[in-house]
């Protein structure tokens, strides 16, 4: 997903006023990553982890997914995503 140009540091900004305030937890996820696209900070990736018996339904991902989405609005373009669900084979 890009990153709206110069907007690298309200998004940093953002992110940790979610991370300390909790928000955008996505219940049953054993992980949630917020991953640097390139160096220059024009993309990101988020990738989120949910145990397979905790994985809540598909409208439920999709609003959560969709209130983030929403916050970050104005520092990402969301229309640039890209969306996969996968499942793991093995894990150690």
Not at 8 to 17: S, Y
Not at 83 to 90: G, P
Request: net charge negative; proline share 2%.
């Amino acid at each position: 997903m890009h990153v709206r140009v110069g907007k690298q540091a309200e998004l940093l900004e953002k992110v940790k006023a979610i991370q300390k305030a909790n928000r955008h937890t996505f219940p049953g996820t054993m992980a949630r990553y917020l991953i640097k696209g390139d160096e220059a900070l024009s993309s990101v990736h988020f990738v989120l982890i949910w145990k397979d018996t905790e994985m809540p339904d598909e409208t439920t991902r999709q609003h959560d997914l969709k209130a983030l989405q929403e916050e970050l609005a104005d520092v990402i373009d969301r229309e640039t995503a890209l969306y996969s669900t996968n499942e793991t084979l093995l894990h150690t």
